[in-house]
């Protein structure tokens, strides 16, 4: 079976741009959830989805949106990039039925630069 | 605000060694706490899951522990090998907020031969 996939693996844009990441999850994983991880540091959470619906988000601006399809793949979208958007961008799905037992598998990333 | 330490932040061992990494968090409340490995550029690879009312976890190599009255868990790698150089992440997935893993800034490890 297929991991997670992330595309774009990289991505250059400049200041004000908009980008649109997307992700697919492991199959049968309802759960999506995206981090935002600068160079040095850990990854930030930004959302999850769950069936289609927003469970949580991370303390971010509103300039970061995402949306899930009904197969569960999703978007993060950023508006009005800033040079500080420039990181890695993981996407995570799981299966969201035990939380005290809920494993995370990430995707390989995609790597943002603003320019 | 829970806050996830790790220490230290960077490592040096040749082959063979046993190592213990260390992590600590300030909110005992969690699910359940994680180990990653990531590679340099790369996603994360989850290592080892210890739930709440566990003490620890192994797998191979890897030996996991939890003292959640304490806020610290340690990872255990056991004969290292130049294959296990990687920066090493733990995070935390609190009660309160289950949506969201809280991770450290990480141990990065270096095996040399």
């Known amino acids: 079976d297929a991991g997670v996939t992330q595309s774009p693996t990289h991505l250059i844009k400049t200041r004000g741009q908009q980008v649109t990441l997307r992700c697919s999850p492991i199959?049968?994983?309802?759960?999506v959830s995206w981090y935002q991880q600068v160079l040095g540091q850990g990854p930030q959470f930004i959302f999850q989805y769950y069936e289609k619906e927003e469970r949580g988000r991370g303390n971010f601006p509103d300039r970061f949106s995402a949306r899930q399809f009904p197969n569960y793949s999703s978007e993060l979208n950023v508006n009005a990039l800033l040079l500080g958007d420039s990181a890695l961008y993981l996407c995570a799905s799981s299966l969201w039925q035990d939380k005290s037992n809920e494993k995370l598998f990430f995707g390989s990333g995609t790597q943002l630069s603003v320019l | 605000k829970q806050e996830v330490t790790q220490i230290p932040a960077a490592l040096s061992v040749p082959e063979g060694e046993n190592l213990v990494l260390n992590c600590s968090f300030t909110?005992?409340?969690?699910?359940?706490l994680q180990w990653f490995r990531q590679d340099p550029g790369k996603g994360l690879t989850s290592l080892l899951l210890?739930?709440?009312?566990?003490r620890e976890q192994t797998s191979g190599r890897l030996n996991a522990s939890l003292d959640k009255s304490s806020g610290r868990s340690t990872l255990y790698i056991a004969a290292s090998q130049p294959g296990d150089s990687a920066t090493y992440l733990c995070a935390v997935r609190e009660t309160g907020t289950a949506s969201k893993l809280t991770f450290g800034t990480g141990t990065r490890l270096q095996v040399t031969l």
């Open positions: 909110d005992s409340a969690i699910y359940n």
């Open positions: 199959s049968g994983h309802k759960s």
């Open positions: 210890i739930q709440s009312s566990q």
